[in-house]
């Protein structure tokens, strides 16, 4: 076993081998400009694009003609929010987000609540999951998106999809969807699940950093997106700009082998989850869940560690990569807003730790993830003021802390 | 974030950690922070009433690895000091030692104020045992 162990695949996952050899090529022998159409470099070029789109495509049971190239899924959530909410503001100015949607789509939305859109963030139930009802009456006739992600990037709570879809096209709403950290991992299927656009990350699911695709249905209803990058008309004038080959033909294999190997894989996934899941939660007490595990990726467990702050547990494990929704580990100093949606008191947020199995981990791994988080809490829970007062019957939530 | 090796080497061998009986006349008890803030410190001295000097100093924290070196710190420097000396330990002292990013300055400050909170504790013992 080699030390340090990643374990933080919703951060980022390593470009599977498989996939790396594929891409090489197009770096130095098929180098040619995708839209050269008159010479064998840009024939080749373009080739190899459209075998990549039709690997996308395939994956999300999509056509290749409604898969968009881009430099990833922000990208993605820029061009779906911002592109619909131009193209449809004579319809309707209403768009209705989560609170738990990654910063790319919150972002956006404040964006477009600066440029005169009305944005409805509905709040999430306790296990992460949006309630369909508060849903189904937040939609308006003026309501033209429902931006809502597929699984979360901190506690990997998959939202019911489907339902949603069915809902917004019942209600003639167009329907986006983040799927950066589910593409690859579950099931996805546009036509069955009624998403009209679709954000992709490479770098999520084995493949390069700094390439993702959009879909965008073409058919029952067509959607149109006004593009926020002009240029030379690329990607049927929605994203202008040369393709990056070698980055979309990564693309188009960890597509590839994702819907290859996800049976298998997300079985033995789930497996190695459920494994760390247990081994600590045998171990230590006062260990608490965040999200649904019911709803959930198999990669992706999230724990809060009553009494240990996340930052002090994260350098204990210094051999170990996974993540914190402490406040300490965030660029603002606020714990995790995902968290903070669930209800989980800002306590709790502060002892959280996100774990992400990928498809490089093994059983060894796992337990020795396992066993260095055990020996850290366990010290630092002797050092933790908290942990003695519960130990005494003190209910440290009930304590009136004088602030700083 | 990389950690000074002065962080590290406290976090990894914390200093004088433990309680001291809170009842204790002689003891004097600061906790400061709060649980949603992120760091929660308890630090206690035990103060001989004859010399007012600090005969031995106890802590526990709850935070990042700043905090918990912080507070391992401060234990150290109060032993063996009046309480009046103990009173004017700066958190920038703690900062300069510890080489504290400027993110992890409120560490030191939450330092220093565990020793002033501590050191008016036990004033306020001795204070209600004069009367």
């Keep these: ?404 | 974030m990389a950690y000074s090796d002065k962080v590290i080497e406290h976090y990894n061998n914390p200093r004088n950690v433990g309680s001291l009986p809170k009842e204790d006349p002689d003891v004097g008890t600061g906790m400061v922070g709060a649980p949603e803030c992120g760091d929660v410190m308890k630090l206690q001295l035990r103060v001989n009433p004859e010399t007012s000097v600090i005969e031995d100093a106890k802590f526990k924290t709850f935070g990042c690895g700043s905090a918990i070196a912080s507070s391992s710190l401060a234990t150290e420097w109060v032993k063996g000091k009046t309480i009046d000396e103990a009173y004017e330990i700066k958190n920038t002292e703690i900062v300069t030692e510890l080489s504290l990013p400027p993110v992890k300055i409120h560490c030191s400050v939450l330092a220093e104020d565990a020793i002033k909170a501590a050191v008016s504790d036990w004033k306020n013992k001795a204070e209600s045992r004069a009367k």
């Design chain 1, 1 to 404: 076993m080699k030390l340090p162990i990643y374990m933080d695949n919703h951060a980022t996952t390593p470009v599977d081998p498989r996939v790396l050899k594929q891409m090489l090529p197009f770096f130095t022998e098929v180098y040619g400009n995708a839209a050269s159409r008159n010479h064998e470099f840009g024939w080749k070029a373009e080739e190899a694009v459209d075998k990549a789109r039709r690997q996308v495509a395939d994956l999300i049971n999509a056509t290749p003609k409604e898969i968009v190239f881009t430099s990833g899924a922000t990208e993605s959530d820029n061009l779906a929010l911002k592109g619909v909410a131009q193209m449809y503001r004579q319809k309707g100015n209403h768009i209705i987000s989560l609170p738990t949607e990654h910063k790319a789509i919150g972002d956006c939305c404040k964006r477009l609540e600066k440029d005169g859109f009305q944005v409805s963030i509905l709040p999430v139930r306790k296990d992460g999951l949006v309630d369909l009802d508060d849903l189904r009456r937040a939609i308006t006739d003026k309501t033209i998106l429902i931006s809502i992600m597929a699984a979360n990037n901190e506690i990997g709570v998959l939202q019911p999809i489907a339902e949603i879809g069915k809902l917004a096209h019942e209600k003639g709403v167009v329907f986006h969807t983040d799927a950066t950290q589910a593409v690859g991992k579950v099931p996805l299927d546009v036509q069955a699940m009624n998403i009209d656009l679709l954000s992709i990350s490479a770098h999520k699911m084995y493949g390069p950093k700094g390439v993702g695709a959009l879909y965008v249905r073409r058919k029952k209803p067509r959607i149109q997106i006004t593009p926020i990058i002009d240029g030379g008309g690329h990607e049927r004038g929605m994203r202008s700009g040369t393709l990056a080959v070698p980055n979309i033909v990564g693309l188009g294999a960890a597509c590839e082998i994702c819907q290859k190997e996800m049976p298998q894989e997300s079985v033995r996934m789930q497996g190695l989850r459920d494994r760390l899941q247990k081994r600590i939660q045998s171990r230590l007490d006062e260990v608490y869940i965040n999200g649904s595990m019911e709803h959930r990726l198999p990669q992706n467990l999230n724990l809060s560690f009553a009494y240990v702050e996340g930052e002090s547990l994260l350098m204990g494990i210094n051999d170990v990569a996974v993540s914190s929704g402490s406040a300490c580990t965030s660029a603002t100093l606020e714990p995790s807003y995902v968290l903070k949606a669930l209800g989980v008191g800002e306590d709790l947020a502060h002892t959280s730790i996100r774990f992400g199995v990928g498809r490089f981990n093994t059983e060894e791994e796992i337990d020795y993830v396992a066993d260095r988080v055990i020996e850290t809490v366990d010290r630092l829970r002797e050092l933790s003021p908290l942990y003695e007062m519960a130990k005494e019957g003190i209910d440290v939530s009930k304590v009136s802390w004088a602030s700083e």
